[in-house]
């Protein structure tokens, strides 16, 4: 079976195809859990939170077809519903960034990788799971999950620059440990 791009699943969903439902589950469920566990900082109540989104995505399906950035639309879907779930379940009533939960990043190695040591993706790993809390969600936002600046910002009220500048702080914690463990002649390949 081919790859559905995420436009194609849109459509596909629009038009009540429930293997794009299941296309999509198994594209987007982890990072939404992710999303969902930093601010419920619960396992079970993420996954409900996960499972309600998808429940959402599927009863609005016909109006799917009027969304421009559907993979952002599921990221704020998944961030409103997780406030609900605060707000019915919880005793929290605001979200402070600094202390939400995330598991921790990992980088897994490509053959590509292969070059560098089992010990410089752990020292690369470990750089990542110690920057600070709102630093690492806006990293894995951008870099993992792919959301652009603006998203991030919109997703977090917080100012763009405010994401520029964490996505910067987390490139040049990262950078300076690639430097350590890589060969000279491969670390102008990076730079």
């Not at 990072?31 to 930093?38: D, G, P």
């Not at 499972?51 to 961030?79: C, P």
């Not at 010990?119 to 690369?124: D, G, R, V």
């Amino acid at each position: 079976m081919q790859p559905f791009e995420t436009y194609d699943i849109q459509n596909s969903l629009v038009n009540g195809d429930q293997m794009a439902l299941k296309v999509l589950y198994d594209r987007f469920s982890n990072k939404l859990f992710q999303l969902a566990f930093a601010i419920v900082r619960s396992k079970e109540m993420a996954e409900e939170v996960v499972e309600d989104v998808f429940i959402k995505v599927w009863k609005k399906r016909t109006q799917l077809g009027k969304i421009e950035n559907f993979t952002f639309y599921l990221y704020v879907m998944t961030k409103n519903c997780s406030r609900d779930y605060l707000r019915k379940y919880g005793n929290k009533k605001s979200i402070n960034l600094d202390e939400v939960a995330l598991p921790f990043y990992r980088v897994d190695a490509t053959p590509e990788d292969l070059m560098i040591t089992e010990e410089a993706i752990n020292q690369i790993n470990k750089a990542i799971n110690e920057l600070p809390t709102k630093c690492r969600l806006i990293f894995k936002l951008v870099k993992e999950d792919g959301l652009k600046y603006r998203e991030v910002a919109e997703l977090l009220h917080l100012n763009i620059k405010t994401v520029e500048n964490q996505v910067g702080i987390a490139l040049k914690k990262i950078h300076s440990v690639v430097n350590k463990f890589l060969p000279r002649s491969v670390r102008t390949k990076f730079s």
